[in-house]
């Protein structure tokens, strides 16, 4: 069986901005066959191109112009070209999976119902809904793509909401039809993790060329306000990025008389990230925009509760853990009530983790949870199984 995906972040060695949380999933399953077409933007007519890495992994820029300008031609172009690289590769298929709904599902939709068979489709909250909100024209044909879907997946669990509310789509809750899908965490949980820890030392991980929509500069500001009540609180920045934009970042900890208080560290290993977390008492990341954010969960795996943005990211995967603290905003006064909030329930937000742990709470986030869960679904359609590895 040959499942043909759709996506415009997978690590094809051309994209910077690639997760490897697609890949780790399909790679872990079995049985299967997996053809990808990646997909990249390219402003430039003369730059449109097809490039096939292997039997089963092409590279495939299309045109289009920034900010979603002149998408309904885009989108007609890229599956022109779509459906030219698969007559003439004689690329065979029994089920597709657009793994975004504005771009990659609506293309994946197309390449679907040309060959009569399923498609699934990922939802993810970033880009998707940033997209949904400006192109009104789209949303009824966008509409249809979620609906005729064969199995939806929200990744982003927050998005459910915005997403249906936009399209006026009517979704069944029924579990057949939709459920959630995190990106799985390569990680292992950890347990025993009954280390005293002081109560007010604080971590983030991110790279610099997002530190705006990171909310790191309110963060600081919020850490400057506690310093009188807490003089010793620290935070350490872990991430890289370009050196103008980390003299951002260390400028305004300058300018707020942070230096004693706040680190950055620099880049950090995967490798030695989770053994690095267990030194922390918490982690703290308002970030806005994330379609999932797979650090908050390296953070909780490693036993610490976490500061996050509301309707972004891991929100609405943490219900009934209790092991987190949520923002509605990047607004200072609220970041300095929800960080101190961490450091005088720090027992509370301790015991609370280390129960998730011991207590399986966040198995959802396993590796061998999602990929059984994905893997599960394929096989209940019995759909042919040719080219199977």
Avoid at 95 to 105: F, M, N, R, T
Avoid at 218 to 223: G, H, V
Avoid at 236 to 241: Q, T
Wanted: net charge positive; aromatic share 10%; charged share 20%.
């Amino acid at each position: 069986m040959n499942v043909l995906h759709i996506h415009s972040d997978y690590p094809d060695g051309r994209n910077s901005s690639s997760t490897p949380a697609v890949k780790l999933l399909l790679d872990a399953t079995s049985g299967i066959t997996h053809t990808i077409f990646v997909i990249h933007r390219t402003p430039w007519p003369w730059q449109v191109k097809v490039i096939q890495n292997n039997s089963q992994l092409y590279s495939i820029y299309y045109w289009g112009l920034p900010f979603g300008f002149a998408l309904t031609i885009s989108l007609f172009l890229a599956r022109h070209l779509l459906l030219s690289l698969i007559q003439n590769q004689h690329i065979d298929y029994q089920l597709v999976h657009g793994h975004k709904l504005a771009i990659d599902g609506t293309l994946g939709a197309t390449l679907a119902k040309r060959a009569k068979v399923p498609y699934f489709l990922s939802v993810r909250g970033g880009t998707d809904v940033r997209i949904l909100r400006h192109k009104f024209l789209l949303r009824r044909r966008w509409k249809r793509v979620l609906e005729e879907a064969e199995h939806i997946f929200w990744v982003s669990a927050w998005a459910q909401n915005p997403i249906t509310e936009l399209l006026k789509a009517s979704i069944s809750n029924d579990t057949d039809k939709s459920s959630l899908l995190p990106n799985l965490c390569d990680m292992k949980q950890l347990s025993h993790l009954h280390v005293p820890k002081k109560a007010a030392n604080f971590v983030t991980v991110f790279r610099f060329d997002q530190y705006e929509r990171k909310g790191i500069m309110p963060l600081l500001e919020a850490i400057a306000k506690l310093i009188a009540d807490y003089p010793s609180i620290k935070l350490d920045i872990y991430g890289f990025g370009p050196k103008n934009k980390m003299k951002i970042v260390q400028d305004k900890i300058s300018v707020l008389s942070l230096d004693k208080h706040v680190t950055i560290k620099g880049r950090i290993d995967n490798k030695v990230l989770q053994k690095k977390l267990t030194e922390y008492s918490a982690f703290l990341l308002p970030s806005q925009n994330e379609s999932f954010g797979m650090v908050f969960v390296e953070a909780l795996f490693s036993g610490l509760p976490i500061l996050y943005h509301a309707n972004t990211g891991i929100d609405g995967y943490l219900e009934g853990i209790d092991a987190a603290v949520k923002v509605d905003n990047q607004n200072t006064d609220e970041l300095v009530n929800k960080v101190e909030s961490l450091i005088l329930q720090h027992d509370l937000f301790n015991a609370r983790i280390n129960r998730a742990l011991e207590t399986n709470l966040l198995d959802i986030f396993e590796k061998a949870t999602v990929v059984s869960h994905y893997q599960c679904l394929i096989d209940d359609l019995n759909l042919e199984r040719v080219n199977a590895k």
